[in-house]
T-cell receptor, first 111, second 116 residues
Framework: KNEVEQSPQNLTAQEGEFITINCSYSVGISALHWLQQHPGGGIVSLFMLSSGKKKHGRLIATINIQEKHSSLHITASHPRDSAVYICAGMNYGGSQGNLIFGKGTKLSVKP | EPEVTQTPSHQVTQMGQEVILRCVPISNHLYFYWYRQILGQKVEFLVSFYNNEISEKSEIFDDQFSVERPDGSNFTLKIRSTKLEDSAMYFC??????????????FGEGSRLTVL
């Protein structure tokens, strides 16, 4: 059964700190999405990764296919980064919308 | 910036009633999806839709659920006879192409359904 596990479940940081959120996934998952869920509930897709590394602004996502592990890093964290970060696994086959979601990491950045 | 819009933002209904949740995907998108998130739990895939037919569905998406693209813009999720356990946030999403090709998936803000 395809699974996605995230850690930590909760994370509190001070403004400016470097943050890392981890995601491990099972065999059968070929790519990962990183998503941000706002306090109001809306979801924004941040990255899709099948190999290597991607960067957007202060966000960096990496994936290690051999170890089946991905990380999301936030540099110079800010209170507006406070949200739930979710990784979701995807298979190449099918519609690809059939994502396997992790439980999410709730990040709180204090000023 | 184009966005996926969902209505209503919140609906309260009695158990056994039919509910229709509406979504307007981004206009040039061809792939459409519904997900749900029960309060405090993971987001779960319900169904994907392409070329006017369901391309994939989960075990959750039983005969009580149906989807439709009644015109060129709307994409609806119908729950025929709601149960208490259908209470959740329902998210619509769309993509222009297969997700592996674009890496992009756009979500709406969600419709919260409360079944009493």
């Amino acid at each position: 059964k395809n699974e996605v596990e995230q850690s930590p479940q909760n994370l509190t940081a001070q403004e400016g700190e470097f943050i890392t959120i981890n995601c491990s996934y099972s065999v059968g998952i070929s790519a990962l999405h990183w998503l941000q869920q706002h306090p109001g509930g809306g979801i924004v897709s941040l990255f899709m990764l099948s190999s290597g590394k991607k960067k957007h602004g202060r966000l960096i996502a990496t994936i290690n296919i051999q170890e089946k592990h991905s990380s999301l890093h936030i540099t110079a964290s800010h209170p507006r980064d406070s949200a739930v970060y979710i990784c979701a696994g995807m298979n190449y086959g099918g519609s690809q919308g059939n994502l396997i979601f992790g439980k999410g990491t709730k990040l709180s950045v204090k000023p | 910036e184009p966005e996926v819009t969902q209505t209503p933002s919140h609906q309260v209904t009695q158990m056994g009633q039919e509910v229709i949740l509406r979504c307007v995907p981004i206009s040039n998108h061809l792939y459409f999806y519904w997900y749900r998130q029960i309060l405090g739990q993971k987001v779960e895939f319900l169904v994907s839709f392409y070329n006017n037919e369901i391309s994939e569905k989960s075990e959750i998406f039983d005969d009580q659920f149906s989807v439709e693209r009644p015109d060129g813009s709307n994409f609806t999720l119908k729950i025929r006879s709601t149960k208490l356990e259908d209470s959740a946030m329902y998210f619509c999403a769309s993509s222009e192409d297969r997700i592996i090709n674009t890496g992009e998936l756009f979500f709406g803000e969600g419709s919260r359904l409360t079944v009493l």
